[in-house]
C-alpha cells in the first residue's frame, strides 16, 4: 500500500458528519472503465475497499483507513429513448431516466422536477449520492427510491462482472436492499425471478455465494468472512435507470408535509411545490445538508454549481448567517423505525405510535417510531453533543470534533460521537426495547444501529 499522501483527504473531509482518519489511497474515476479498473485493482490487492458517495450515511473513526476510498465522479443524467422497462413497455406516460452512480441524489431530484417528471420529489433533500440511494431504499414523507427503479447497473466484485438487477433482483425493504445485505452479511443472492425478458438477471447476479479464489472468480483476492466486502456492498453501483412518470403533479403522502401545504394526504400538487415544503420542513429540522461543505477543496463540484448556489442562499435565509450551520454536520439515519411482530406490538407502552406495515417477508407487521422511543427515553431533542438539535433521529458531533481540530490537539482524547450507544443503552432500559449496533468492524462502524423489539 502506497504510504500517506499529505494531498488525499481525511474521511472528516468527505463525510457530512466531518469526523474520520486519513485515507492511504483516494481515487475518483471519470469512466466506467476507470471506475472497475479500481474496483478490480483494490480487490486484487486485497485492500480494503470503501466506495464512497456523499459520505451523509458513515461514521468513520478518526484512526487512519489503510485501504482504498473510491468516489465515483461520473455524474451523467440522460433520457432514454428506449420504449422497454424491466417490468414491460414503456407507457407514454412514463419515461426512462439513467443516472450515473456518482451524480448528487438532490441534483438528480431537481433535474426530474425540471423535466416535468414525478416520483422522486418527496426525497428532495436527501444528503448523498444516486448510488447509494438505492443502497439503503432512501424513504421520506411517503415516498421511497424503490417505487421509482427500474433497473441498478452493478459491477460484481465477486464475480468479476458487470450484472443488471430489476427492481425485483433489489429485494427493496425498509432502508434495506439486496446490496446492504451483501455487505453486511457475505453475498447477496437477487432473486433469480427476474421480471425482464429483455434485461435478464446474469447469473453472476443470482449465483449462491462462492468461495473466494473459486475457478473463474480469480479477481478477488480480497478478504474471507461473512463481512469480507465492508464498509462496501459486493455489488458497486454503476447506475441507476428510473421509471419516473410524466407529470408536473405528485401526491402527498405524508401528513406533516400535507400540512405545511394547507392540504390533506393524498391531494395532488405541482412536483415543484411539494419539493418547496419539503426542502422547509427539512430546514426547519436541521435535516438538510450544510450546503456550504461543497465549498471545501475536496467536495468542489460534487454539486451542481447553480443548484449549489441556490442551497446556500436558501440556506442563509433560514440560519440568518453567510457561514456553516453546523447543526446540519450529522449523519442522518442512524436509527431505524422499528418493525414488530402483532405479538411484540402488544406489549409496547399504550401511547406508542403503531403503523401498518409489512416485514421484510411480506407478513403483516407493526412499525413503531425510533423517535419516540428514544424522546420517552430520555433523550429529549437537543439533548447532548452541546448544540440545539432539531431532530431525533440523526447523530451529530459536538462542534470541536472536527478532524482539523482534532489534529491540532492531537488525536487522543479527541471527543467522538457516543450519541448512539448509550441513545441504545437507554431507550432498552426505559422502554424494554432493545437496539443493536451494527459495529462490524472494529475500526469502522457504518450507520444504522437498528432498534429491535426484546419481546
Ligand atoms: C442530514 C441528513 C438527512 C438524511 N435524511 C435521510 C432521509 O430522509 N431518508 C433516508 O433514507 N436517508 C437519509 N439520510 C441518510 C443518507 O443521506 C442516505 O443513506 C444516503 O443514501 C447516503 O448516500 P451517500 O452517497 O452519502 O452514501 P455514503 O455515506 O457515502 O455511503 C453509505 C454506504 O453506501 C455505500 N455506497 C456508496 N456509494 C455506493 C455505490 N455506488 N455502490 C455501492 N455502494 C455504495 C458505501 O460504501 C457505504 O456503505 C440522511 C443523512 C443526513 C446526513
Known amino acids: 500500500m502506497a504510504p500517506m499522501s499529505s494531498t488525499n483527504p481525511s474521511f472528516s473531509d468527505l463525510t457530512t458528519i466531518g469526523v474520520g482518519g486519513r485515507i492511504a489511497r483516494f481515487v475518483e474515476p471519470r469512466s466506467r472503465e476507470a471506475m472497475i479498473d479500481t474496483l478490480r485493482e483494490a480487490d486484487r490487492m486485497g485492500s480494503r475497499l470503501c466506495v464512497l458517495g456523499g459520505g451523509s450515511n458513515l461514521l468513520v473513526s478518526d484512526e487512519a483507513f489503510d485501504g482504498v476510498v473510491v468516489r465515483d465522479a461520473r455524474r451523467t443524467i440522460e433520457v432514454l429513448e428506449t420504449r422497454v422497462s424491466t417490468a414491460g413497455p414503456v407507457h407514454d406516460d412514463t419515461v426512462q431516466v439513467r443516472a450515473q452512480a456518482g451524480c448528487h441524489w438532490d441534483d438528480f431530484v431537481s433535474r426530474c422536477i425540471a423535466m416535468g417528471l414525478a416520483g422522486v420529489e418527496g426525497l428532495s433533500g436527501i444528503p448523498g449520492t444516486v448510488g447509494a440511494s438505492v443502497v439503503q431504499n432512501i424513504g421520506a414523507y411517503g415516498q421511497e427510491v424503490s417505487t421509482s427503479v427500474d433497473e441498478v447497473e452493478v459491477w460484481d466484485r465477486l464475480a468479476g462482472r458487470i450484472a443488471r438487477m430489476s427492481r425485483t433482483d433489489m429485494r427493496f425493504g425498509y432502508r434495506v436492499s439486496a446490496l446492504k445485505r451483501s455487505m453486511l452479511a457475505g453475498a447477496a443472492t437477487p432473486s433469480p425471478t ?7 438477471v446474469p447469473s453472476s447476479a443470482c449465483a449462491p455465494d462462492v468461495a473466494v479464489g473459486e475457478a ?18 459486493r455489488y458497486i453501483v454503476l447506475s441507476v435507470t428510473f421509471l419516473l412518470r410524466r407529470d408536473v403533479q405528485g401526491v402527498l403522502g405524508y401528513g406533516q408535509l400535507a400540512s405545511a401545504l394547507h392540504a390533506e394526504v393524498g391531494d395532488r400538487m405541482p412536483t415543484a411545490a411539494i419539493r418547496a415544503a419539503v426542502l422547509a420542513v427539512r430546514a426547519a429540522k436541521g435535516m438538510l445538508e450544510d450546503a456550504h461543505r461543497y465549498e471545501q477543496p475536496f467536495m468542489r463540484g460534487v454539486v451542481d454549481e447553480s443548484n449549489l448556489r441556490a442551497a446556500v442562499s436558501a440556506q442563509s435565509a433560514c440560519t440568518g448567517s453567510d457561514g456553516p450551520d453546523y447543526d446540519r454536520h450529522s449523519c442522518g439515519s442512524f436509527f431505524m423505525n422499528p418493525v414488530l411482530t402483532p405479538d411484540e406490538a402488544a406489549t409496547l407502552p399504550p401511547q406508542a405510535p403503531r403503523f401498518p406495515a409489512r416485514d421484510d417477508a411480506g407478513r403483516e407487521a407493526v412499525k413503531t417510531s425510533a423517535a419516540w422511543l428514544i424522546d ?21 458531533p459536538h462542534p470541536g470534533a472536527d478532524q482539523p481540530r482534532r489534529r491540532a490537539r492531537g488525536r487522543r482524547g479527541a471527543p467522538r460521537p457516543r450519541g448512539p450507544g448509550r441513545c441504545a443503552g437507554e431507550v432498552r432500559r426505559a422502554s424494554g426495547t432493545r437496539t443493536r449496533g451494527r459495529r462490524t468492524r472494529p475500526r469502522m ?6 432498534v429491535v423489539h426484546r419481546g
Open 445 to 450: 462502524s457504518l450507520a444504522p444501529v437498528r
Open 376 to 396: 420517552h427515553a430520555g433523550f429529549h431533542k437537543g439533548f447532548s453533543v452541546g448544540s440545539g438539535a432539531t431532530a431525533s433521529l440523526s447523530t451529530r
Open 194 to 200: 427476474s421480471t425482464s425478458a429483455s434485461v435478464p
Open 216 to 233: 473463474g472468480h480469480a479477481d478477488y483476492a480480497g478478504r474471507t468472512g461473512r463481512n469480507r466486502f465492508f464498509p462496501s456492498p
